[in-house]
């Protein structure tokens, strides 16, 4: 079992900036992958960013060249640099973790952050 707490969500205007933070109870070296979704009420959760154990990363195409993921091992923590934040960038952000074991995908989530942009 990952517990995940979330931090850094908030309101900015737009053009601003945040950073989202995630620490693992656990070690990250047992975590195959981390990253961050997003969901607006009656939308399907959309995967933001995402980094793979060994550094890979993905990005949706609409925060391209704005997001930025990244993860510290020694601290247990997965972080989304938010730069050059849209309105549409309005919406709760979860922060997942998944296990593959024995074939097996086991995720894990936080319980959301608020990221506000006004226009």
């Known amino acids: 079992q990952v517990q995940l707490v979330e931090s850094g969500g908030g309101l900015v205007q737009a053009g601003g900036s945040l950073r989202l933070s995630c620490v693992a109870s656990r070690s990250m070296f047992s975590i195959d992958g981390m990253g961050w979704y997003r969901q607006t009420p009656g939308k399907q959760r959309e995967l933001v960013a995402s980094?793979?154990?060994?550094?890979?990363?993905y990005y949706v195409d609409s925060v391209k060249g704005r997001f930025t993921i990244s993860r510290d091992n020694a601290k247990n923590a997965v972080y989304l640099q938010m730069n050059s934040l849209k309105f549409e960038d309005t919406t709760v952000y979860y922060c997942?973790?998944?296990?593959?074991?024995?074939?097996?995908?086991?995720?894990?989530w936080g319980q959301g952050t608020q990221v506000t942009v006004s226009s």
């Open positions: 997942n973790a998944f296990s593959v074991v024995r074939g097996l995908r086991y995720d894990y």
């Open positions: 980094i793979t154990s060994g550094g890979s990363t």
